[in-house]
C-alpha cells in the first residue's frame, strides 16, 4: 500500500532510509523543521539549515521516487532564545516560496515556558500574514496535557482556518480536546515514547479517522521511520478494511497538505527510482 509520512526529520536518517522506505511504499514525507541534536548559535546556521531543506532533501529523495516537502520555523527546544528566535523568523519568508515548502512548523512547546509562548504566538502571526499552514509539536510526556491546553488556548486568539494547521503528537488523553476544537491532530508511532502501533489503532477505533494522522516522526533519538507500515499491519491484525487503512495513511495526509498551493502530488505508478 502506498502511503505519506506526514512528520519524518530525514536529515537525520541517512540515504539506505530512503530506500527502505521506497521500498515500503512512501511516496511522499513532509518534513518539520527540527532541533539538530544541538542549540544552534545564530540565524545564518538556520538559513543554511532551511537551504538543506528546500534544497538537498528533495534530491536525495527524489533519487527514490520520494517527493520530498518540508515545514520552517525555530523549533520550540531552542525557542527559549527570544533574540535568536526572531532574527531566525526574520529569515524564513526567504524560504516560503520554495516549491516543497508546506507551511510553518513544527512549532510549539517544550518545557511550556514563557519565551516558547512568545515565540510560538509569533510564529503564528508570520503564519497569518503569509497565509500559510500550520503544524504543531506538543511536549513529551508528563508535560504533554498542560502544554497541549496552552497551544489551544494560545491558538484560540488567532483568526486562522482550523482545518489547516495539525497538531501533533497527539496521545490517549489530548487527542479529543484537539479534535473537538477542529484541528487536525496526528499521532506519532515511537518504540518507547509517544504512540505504538496498537494504541494508535485504539485511538482511531474510538475516535473515528477523520482529521487523523499518523506519522513516524524519525529523527536523532530512538525512532523508527517504517513505523507507518508498522500501523498498516497492526490495522489488518484487527480485520480493519484496506479503504480505511488508505484514508489513514495516504488519503488523510493528502487532504491534509492540499491545502498549500506547494503540494503537488505525483501519481504514485507514476514513480521513478526504487
Known amino acids: 500500500?502506498?502511503?505519506?509520512?506526514?512528520?519524518?526529520?530525514?536529515?537525520?536518517?541517512?540515504?539506505?532510509?530512503?530506500?527502505?522506505?521506497?521500498?515500503?511504499?512512501?511516496?511522499?514525507?513532509?518534513?518539520?523543521?527540527?532541533?539538530?541534536?544541538?542549540?544552534?548559535?545564530?540565524?545564518?546556521?538556520?538559513?543554511?539549515?532551511?537551504?538543506?531543506?528546500?534544497?538537498?532533501?528533495?534530491?536525495?529523495?527524489?533519487?527514490?521516487?520520494?517527493?520530498?516537502?518540508?515545514?520552517?520555523?525555530?523549533?520550540?527546544?531552542?525557542?527559549?532564545?527570544v533574540e535568536l528566535s526572531r532574527e531566525v523568523l526574520k529569515v524564513i519568508p526567504e524560504f516560503l516560496d520554495c516549491p516543497n515548502v508546506l507551511g510553518i512548523g513544527e512549532i510549539g512547546l517544550n518545557k511550556n515556558t514563557r519565551n516558547e509562548a512568545i515565540i510560538f504566538q509569533e510564529h503564528m502571526e508570520l503564519a497569518i500574514a503569509y497565509e500559510q499552514q500550520v503544524l504543531i509539536h506538543t511536549p513529551h510526556l508528563e508535560d504533554k496535557y498542560q502544554g497541549t491546553r496552552m497551544i489551544l488556548d494560545m491558538l484560540g486568539k488567532h483568526d486562522i482556518d482550523r482545518t489547516r494547521v495539525l497538531v501533533d503528537h497527539v496521545e490517549e488523553h489530548t487527542v479529543g480536546?484537539?479534535?473537538?476544537?477542529?484541528?487536525?491532530?496526528?499521532?506519532?508511532?515511537?518504540?518507547?515514547?509517544?504512540?505504538?502501533?496498537?494504541?494508535?489503532?485504539?485511538?482511531i477505533e474510538r475516535h473515528g479517522s477523520d482529521r487523523l494522522c499518523v506519522n513516524s516522526a524519525g529523527d536523532w533519538g530512538p525512532s523508527k521511520p517504517t513505523a507507518?507500515?508498522?500501523?498498516?499491519?497492526?490495522?489488518?491484525?484487527?480485520?480493519?478494511?484496506?479503504?480505511?487503512?488508505?484514508?489513514?495513511?495516504?488519503?488523510?495526509?493528502?487532504?491534509?497538505?492540499?491545502?498549500?498551493?506547494?503540494?503537488?502530488?505525483?501519481?504514485?505508478?507514476?514513480?521513478?527510482?526504487?
Not at 188 to 195: A, D, E, G, Q, R
Request: charge should be negative.
Open 1 to 81: 500500500m502506498y502511503y505519506i509520512d506526514p512528520h519524518l526529520h530525514m536529515v537525520s536518517r541517512t540515504t539506505d532510509d530512503y530506500e527502505t522506505l521506497a521500498k515500503m511504499g512512501c511516496v511522499a514525507i513532509s518534513e518539520p523543521a527540527f532541533w539538530a541534536g544541538f542549540d544552534r548559535g545564530s540565524a545564518e546556521s538556520f538559513r543554511d539549515y532551511f537551504r538543506q531543506l528546500t534544497e538537498v532533501e528533495p534530491k536525495r529523495a527524489a533519487q527514490y521516487g520520494i517527493q520530498h516537502f518540508t515545514w520552517l520555523c525555530i523549533n520550540a527546544k531552542e525557542a527559549e532564545n
Open 177 to 203: 480536546p484537539v479534535l473537538e476544537a477542529g484541528y487536525w491532530a496526528g499521532m506519532t508511532l515511537y518504540p518507547v515514547t509517544k504512540c505504538t502501533p496498537a494504541r494508535a489503532v485504539d485511538i
Open 228 to 274: 507507518v507500515p508498522d500501523l498498516v499491519l497492526e490495522m489488518r491484525r484487527r480485520g480493519h478494511s484496506e479503504s480505511l487503512i488508505r484514508k489513514i495513511v495516504f488519503d488523510n495526509p493528502r487532504q491534509f497538505f492540499s491545502q498549500s498551493k506547494n503540494f503537488v502530488l505525483a501519481d504514485p505508478e507514476s514513480r521513478v527510482g526504487i
